[in-house]
T-cell receptor, first 115, second 113 residues
Framework: DGGITQSPKYLFRKEGQNVTLSCEQN?????MYWYRQDPGQGLRLIYY???????QKGDIAEGYSVSREKKESFPLTVTSAQKNPTAFYLC??????????????FGAGTRLSVL | AQSVSQHNHHVILSEAASLELGCNYS??????LFWYVQYPGQHLQLLLK??????LVKGIKGFEAEFIKSKFSFNLRKPSVQWSDTAEYFC???????????FGSGTRLQVQP
């Protein structure tokens, strides 16, 4: 089955700890995205990557870091600098060409909580 | 910066009632608009999209949306809702430069049998 796999489904972070959320896609998509979902605020863009070895900050990048070493993988690290990390994190991917085909497909999400 | 407003935060309807969810965006240039739906426990999935052409677009499960440029609106409609339409609905606009989405805050729809 083609799709986007996020793991783990649930994650708990201790004070001062960095944690990494995994996102893998087998859709052969060039572009990948990370969003954060909070109740009543919709989804907000954290980081995005249009191509391997390149990524850009989104609207709320502070306290997060990413890497894009492989086309199919776009892990997100929530660092200790992120003071309010409790949220639902969604990864998405899309092709990079024609805008009309630039539809984002989403993973099932990771729910991060602070202990 | 682009922004998207969804004014209905929580809507409760009875089955067979008609639905209209409001969406307004704040970008004056060329826009690409989307409605996504998140059913309980499921992935966020695309309902419908508008890129160009006919301003009335049809999506899955009987949903449609109308792009009204003069009103900066992209409202979602369905003539007769079902209990299975209970979900959260998100309107989004694409930033054509970075090709990422700006989402509204979402509308939680509850359909009562």
């Amino acid at each position: 089955d083609g799709g986007i796999t996020q793991s783990p489904k649930y994650l708990f972070r201790k004070e001062g700890q960095n944690v990494t959320l995994s996102c893998e896609q087998n859709l052969n998509h060039d572009a990948m995205y990370w969003y954060r979902q909070d109740p009543g605020q919709g989804l907000r863009l954290i980081y995005y990557s249009q191509i391997v070895n390149d990524f850009q900050k989104g609207d709320i990048a502070e306290g997060y870091s990413v890497s894009r070493e492989k086309k199919e993988s776009f892990p997100l690290t929530v660092t200790s600098a992120q003071k309010n990390p409790t949220a639902f994190y969604l990864c998405a991917s899309s092709i990079r060409g024609n805008l009309a085909k630039n539809i984002q497909y989403f993973g099932a999400g990771t729910r991060l909580s602070v202990l | 910066a682009q922004s998207v407003s969804q004014h209905n935060h929580h809507v409760i309807l009875s089955e067979a009632a008609s639905l209209e969810l409001g969406c307004n965006y704040s970008y004056g240039g060329t826009v690409n608009l989307f409605w996504y739906v998140q059913y309980p426990g499921q992935h966020l999935q695309l309902l419908l999209k508008y890129f160009s052409g006919d301003p009335l677009v049809k999506g899955i499960k009987g949903f449609e949306a109308e792009f009204i440029k003069s009103k900066f609106s992209f409202n979602l409609r369905k003539p007769s809702v079902q209990w299975s339409d209970t979900a959260e609905y998100f309107c989004a606009v694409m930033n054509t430069g970075r090709r990422a989405l700006t989402f509204g805050s979402g509308t939680r729809l509850q359909v009562q049998p």
